[in-house]
């Protein structure tokens, strides 16, 4: 099927900035596993064309995909709202059309609890063989995938068998989360429902979980955009560019709140991308920009657009 008229979005940015470890590019396309099925997207201008593994009703399908992808948001109007400076208005430019997904809130607790202290690559494959080991396999065309596993499957197999995917000592904090999920102490349709502050301290409250966990778990699944996971690329990037000293985690939260308000998630996401995709990004030239506001219309970034 196709989704036509889809504006100010890019595929290839959302995709590939960092929020999940499901999809990987073959050729023009990207496949992904969302919700036991795998998905085929591929843009063209303004049109996504999407195959899926299991057969899908249309009319419930598209919105369910608009959400996943953020495309119901003025996306615009809230990065015209962190423009604050030239530096942020130039990342916004290269980068135009990342949104920030909606992802399922189980897996991205898991995902997020086996990022800790590991690099993309060993994530991935973490969650590779945890999905064929416990779940289900999934075929497109001659692409073969497999489900991520539910908490059930992962709270009732043992630490040993954890181990052996490579999980390390995320193994017990995974495990504990996913016995916490089954016996209701951690209830996903309670944790939907509570605002951002209340939602991180219960996924804190989990032996495991800390700040800038609950933080990618609130951003990147419960559509909490006042979120801002920090870890060594956040507190670098605020450091070097707008506070220009080593600061505490609180400092670089306050001064990012203040600053940036409440769509603070979309702005990190903008600039954690883009210093991965430009090595200079903290050369003079740049950090000249910081100090260079800038006053524009969002119509000002259309000639970016993918």
């Given at each position: 099927m ?8 890019s595929?290839k940015?959302?995709l ?10 073959v050729?023009?396309?990207y ?17 996504l064309?999407v195959?899926s ?9 598209v ?15 809230l ?13 916004i430019?290269k980068?135009?059309?990342m949104?920030i997904?909606n ?5 991205t ?5 086996l990022?800790q202290n590991?690099n ?5 494959g973490?969650i590779r063989?945890?999905?064929?080991r ?9 692409y073969?995938?497999?489900?991520f ?8 197999t043992?630490?040993t068998?954890?181990l052996?995917c490579?999980?390390?000592?995320r ?21 939907k429902q509570?605002?951002y502050?209340?939602?991180k ?9 800390g ?10 699944s419960?559509?909490?955009l006042a979120?801002?996971?920090i870890d ?5 990037i605020?450091e ?14 306050e ?5 940036f308000?409440g ?6 996401q903008?600039l ?13 030239e740049?950090?000249s920009?910081?100090e ?5 219309s969002t ?8």
């Amino acid at each position: 099927m196709q989704i036509q008229n889809v504006k100010d979005f890019s595929l290839k940015y959302t995709l590939e900035s960092g929020q999940s470890f499901r999809w990987n590019r073959v050729g023009e396309a990207y496949y992904g596993v969302v919700e036991g099925r795998i998905l085929k997207i591929s843009q063209q201008g303004s049109t996504l064309s999407v195959e899926s593994s299991i057969s899908e009703d249309e009319a419930t399908f598209v919105p369910y995909l608009r959400h996943y992808l953020d495309l119901e948001r003025d996306v615009p109007k809230l990065l015209a709202e962190v423009t604050k400076d030239a530096y942020i208005h130039r990342t916004i430019q290269k980068l135009w059309g990342m949104h920030i997904l909606n992802q399922e809130l189980w897996e991205t607790i898991a995902s997020f609890i086996l990022s800790q202290n590991n690099n993309v690559s060993r994530i991935r494959g973490i969650i590779r063989r945890l999905s064929e080991r416990y779940g289900q396999k999934l075929r497109i065309g001659e692409y073969v995938d497999y489900s991520f596993p539910s908490a059930h499957a992962l709270a009732t197999t043992t630490e040993t068998e954890l181990l052996a995917c490579g999980t390390g000592y995320r193994a017990s904090y995974l495990q504990d989360t996913a016995r916490a999920v089954i016996s209701g102490d951690l209830s996903l349709a309670s944790l939907k429902q509570l605002p951002y502050l209340e939602a991180k301290q219960k996924l804190m409250d989990r032996k495991g979980i800390g700040e800038k966990v609950a933080d990618c778990i609130c951003l990147f699944s419960l559509g909490h955009l006042a979120a801002l996971p920090i870890d060594v690329w956040i507190k670098r990037i605020f450091e070097t560019l707008y506070l220009r000293r080593r600061a505490t985690h609180r400092e670089i939260r306050e001064f990012a709140y203040n600053y940036f308000g409440g769509g603070v998630g979309y702005a990190q996401q903008y600039l954690f991308h883009y210093v991965h995709e430009c090595p200079d990004w903290a050369d003079a030239e740049h950090l000249s920009l910081i100090e260079a506001e800038t006053e524009f219309s969002t119509a000002s970034y259309k000639s970016v657009v993918n």
